[in-house]
């Protein structure tokens, strides 16, 4: 009887044993070359008929740009409140255009909280079909992957990526289909374009025309 429980005992302790030993999945860096957009994904992205500011207003008011795109190799805008320091912490973040979120998540703690939205530009845009805004150093996000989005809708708010800035909104436009959090700063501009100017250049419909309606996904 004895020796029947010792043994019990040694098996239950070898099992933990193995248990505990056994390796476990790791997160994994997020790897840029599985985390292309397919074609059905390309296709069924919410068409963006007009893009407009993310912070202050549709139109950039209340806002400045505290680091614009390529100035000391920096891949985005800064985009700050009018008051400056941490006047704009907690300002809602707004999608500049219709489209579905890609990324939302914690990439690395120097980007802090961050959304990524893949956006499909009308057919003829030379800058086409997909592009993506990305929005950094959030304090909250409030999308989650794979949701659909329209142009002003609230996504997050404007934070210090932990504590490690004063408030401000690191926003990017990027090009093609490739999904991937990458750097702020890089010696060439990557796959990225200006964004205040793609911004302004994509304002072309007028402010009363309104996006298609979502599609059921
Ligand atoms: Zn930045």
Known sequence: MKKGLLILGMALAFAGAVVWLWPRPRPRPLDPAFQRLTPLEMATLPLAVRFDMPLGSEHGAFTYNARAFRISRHLGDDLNGIGGENSDLGDPVYAAGAGRVVYAGIPHQTWGKMVIIAHRLPEGDELGPV?????????????????????GE????????????????????????????????????????????????????????????????
């Open 131 to 151: 592009v993506q805004t990305m929005y950094a150093h959030l304090e909250s996000i409030h999308v989650r992957t794979g949701q659909g989005v329209q142009r």
């Open 154 to 217: 609230p996504i997050g708010t404007v934070g210090t990526a932990d504590g490690a800035y004063l408030a401000h909104l690191h926003f990017e436009v990027r090009l093609g289909p490739y999904v991937n959090p990458g750097q702020g700063y890089a010696d060439t501009a990557l796959n990225r374009v200006a964004p205040e100017q793609f911004i302004r250049a994509h304002r072309g419909a007028e402010a009363e025309i309104l996006n298609p309606a979502p599609r059921k996904e």
